[in-house]
């Protein structure tokens, strides 16, 4: 977008806002250029959800960048402009709602000379008013407390860690790793964010051992299913995405990752030539969350009714005890006297039907071959 254009319209949102306050007899109200994350922008046809960020940076690596605020944010407005790209998508394919952006801001105040676990214990004061904090740490293990995997926290924390980059380790600090330049950091952030827009760890829902059947299990392509380098979103990200729209958490109707939503139930129905297969025993084994293998023992036995089916509690089946999704994927396996037949069933499939709108009963049909 030209400077013109965001003059114009800046100056036609001003104009507006202005209006909207004095027409109500109320005092006027001048906006500010703080951390407003509901300002819709219209770019073109299309809205922009757009999100403030505050970064943090270790002091080695900002001396990296010879202490320069200029040269660091020169490399974030790169880098949170790849990021805007891989929300947008390539060669005509757009894939919310709206375009997303995250507006990144860092001054000298941002520098911290503490170990970035500190930074993230403290994340809540650090972030302030911002809905996201980004913790960035080039220089791995120059603390004995120090933090070094690149996440996403929730949990009304909102973090982002940005750290080995997957390539540099904890090496005692003797290396600075330059954690703003290209490689990959813009996929890992677009990653990382997802989270925060709602989106799960989608290669956490994938079975890579199976003691029951042998079978494998590999989820959707998604930049969600790969922290390091995924440059396209699945139908579920899309779809979770777009229904928090340029909410976030603490404003009505936004849904975090930690509290998925699925139909009430989910009826599964056993068929054999078309008929129904009655009375045969279900068994339910599962995948726990990035572990990858299906359990040796069933989490849950039930048997089909006369009509080849039985209803489930899908919140029972996937969520973890803390809340939030536990489980993966659930492999379910018919056993109708000496006949097995089984299923896998990723946790995203059913909040998919959710989310398309089957919000009361989403059925999984069997068939016996
Ligand atoms: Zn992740």
Redesign the pocket.
């Known amino acids: 977008m030209k400077g013109k254009q965001i003059f114009y319209w800046l100056s036609v949102f001003f104009f507006l806002f202005a209006v909207g306050c004095n027409s109500g007899g109320e005092d006027e109200v001048i906006p500010d250029e703080g951390t407003g994350d509901d300002e819709e922008e219209v770019v073109g046809d299309r809205d922009v959800w757009s999100f403030d960020i505050k970064v943090m940076l270790d002091r080695k690596t900002f001396m990296a960048y010879l202490s320069s605020e200029k040269a660091v944010n020169d490399r974030l407005q790169q880098r949170f402009e790849e990021v805007r790209e891989l929300y947008h998508g390539k060669a005509g394919i757009t894939y919310f709602d709206a375009d997303i952006e995250f507006v990144p801001f860092f001054d000298e105040t941002c520098v911290y000379d503490c170990s970035s676990e500190e930074v993230f214990r403290n994340a809540l004061s650090y972030r302030g008013d911002y809905p996201y904090l980004v913790i960035f740490d080039g220089c791995i293990g120059d603390f004995p407390d120090e933090r070094v995997h690149s ?2 926290t929730g949990w009304g924390t909102e973090v982002v860690c940005v750290f080995d980059n997957n390539k540099g380790g904890a090496d005692g600090g003797t290396s600075v790793y330059e954690i703003l330049s290209y490689y990959k950091t813009a996929e890992c952030l677009a ?2 964010l ?2 925060a827009r709602g989106v799960p ?1 989608i290669y956490a829902m994938e079975v890579k051992a199976n003691p029951i059947n042998g079978e494998m299990f590999s989820p959707v392509t998604c930049i ?1 299913n790969n ?1 390091w380098g995924g440059t396209s979103w699945s139908e579920y990200a899309q779809l979770l995405i777009n229904r928090n729209k340029d909410l976030v958490r603490g404003e009505e109707g936004f849904v975090p990752l930690e509290q998925p939503q699925y139909p009430e139930e989910v009826v599964l129905k056993v068929t054999r030539d078309g008929e129904p297969v009655k009375y045969a025993a279900v068994n339910i084994y599962r995948e726990v969350m990035y572990e990858c293998n299906i359990e040796s023992t069933p989490a849950m036995q039930r048997t089909l009714g006369a009509d080849g089916s039985v209803s489930l509690n899908p919140t029972t089946l996937f969520n973890a005890s803390y809340g939030g999704i536990g489980y993966g994927v659930l492999l379910i396996e018919v056993v109708d006297g000496t006949e097995k037949a089984y299923r896998f069933v990723p946790v995203y499939e059913v909040q998919i039907a959710y989310l398309k709108g089957e919000t009361n009963e989403y059925t999984i049909e069997i068939e016996f071959e």
């Open positions: 996440d996403w990653h990382e997802g989270h760890d969600m922290c």
